[in-house]
């Protein structure tokens, strides 16, 4: 297998700098024009900037303003980071070897850097903090889910843990606290076809071949609230979120089903009542079974009245 090749400049902040490969075909004198028209969010001056600073690389070393165009090159540097506001809420170990690492991931935390979320993510949080700088995740929750993640530790294992999750070869279930309805039956499996389209926040279930299924049982209830464990076959973009929906109980604190609702990326109050609790599997590496379970729990179950009022 082709290796991955070693960026020329170091992480930052523990991410990898961006790596651009040059096209073939073009017409520029310069890298710098290049540059200006491939990246047209940056602005020609802070483009101008990082190359003054030496701060864009290719394989030879720092790029002048002037260096000219290599077609097929590639070039290395290092994003500017948007302005974040700090998530104040631990990440939770659950357990730790060489090889993996089983977070507990608070909500309002992404799971990896993407769009504005970068420095406040878990896995550039875990990188930093536990200095492990090749750390990466063997699958994702949502930024607004909590519960457990499983990180590898070890580079040489990342094949064998996420092929693990592709193959489905692993029992996840989660927790949700959503309205208790009397009339409806439960244990049952749903399952439906989920589709979500890119630049578009909902995802929405629509005629056609099933791509998702989703085991759902009422676990306890009391004062008009249901306590339910979700056992998903599938892992399609809020999938759980939209079954519990179209069971007419959506899940507390959900912001886009049944109606997208405009909440600010810094409000933490009343989270998604959804936990990942449990993940179990065979381990690909010792052949041991596994079984990690969450410390947290969900407020609105807990304390369903501070959880309304949003303390």
């Not at 850097?113 to 550039?124: D, E, F, S, W, Y």
């Not at 909590?146 to 070869?169: D, S």
């Not at 339910?228 to 076959?233: D, G, K, N, T």
């Not at 507390?252 to 609702?261: N, R």
């Amino acid at each position: 297998m082709r290796r991955r090749q070693q960026p020329p400049l170091p992480k930052r902040h523990g991410l990898d700098p961006a790596r651009l490969r040059l096209p073939e075909v073009g017409e520029w004198a310069t890298i710098r024009d290049h540059l200006v028209e491939r990246l047209p969010r940056v602005r020609p001056e802070r483009i101008d900037e990082l190359l003054r600073e030496g701060g864009i690389v290719d394989l030879e070393g720092p790029i002048a303003l002037d260096t000219p165009y290599v077609p097929g090159g590639a070039v290395w540097f290092h994003r500017d980071l948007p302005d974040e506001q700090e998530v104040p809420f631990p990440i939770g170990i659950v357990y730790r070897d060489d090889d993996i690492l089983v977070a507990d991931k608070p909500h309002f935390l992404s799971t990896i850097p993407r769009g504005q979320h970068i420095l406040q993510t878990a896995l550039v949080k875990l990188r930093r903090e536990l200095d492990l700088p090749d750390l990466v995740p063997a699958h994702r929750l949502d930024r607004v889910t909590a519960g457990l993640v499983l990180f590898i530790v070890n580079p040489a294992r990342r094949g064998a843990y996420q092929t693990m999750f592709h193959k489905r070869l692993v029992h996840k279930e989660y927790e949700a606290i959503a309205r208790f309805d009397p009339e409806l039956a439960l244990p049952r499996t749903v399952i439906s076809r989920i589709v979500k389209e890119r630049q578009v926040l909902q995802a929405y279930e629509t005629d056609g071949e099933p791509n998702a299924e989703t085991y759902v049982e009422l676990l306890d209830h009391r004062d008009g609230l249901g306590r339910y464990r979700l056992r998903p076959r599938t892992g399609r973009t809020h999938q759980l979120r939209l079954h519990m929906n179209s069971l007419g109980v959506p899940i507390l604190g959900d912001d886009f089903y049944p109606e997208l609702t405009d909440k600010s990326v810094d409000d933490y109050t009343r989270p998604l009542q959804l936990l990942a609790s449990t993940l179990e599997f065979t381990d690909p590496i010792t052949r041991e079974p596994r079984r990690f379970e969450t410390a947290r729990s969900l407020r609105a179950w807990d304390d369903p009245e501070g959880w309304a009022r949003g303390n």
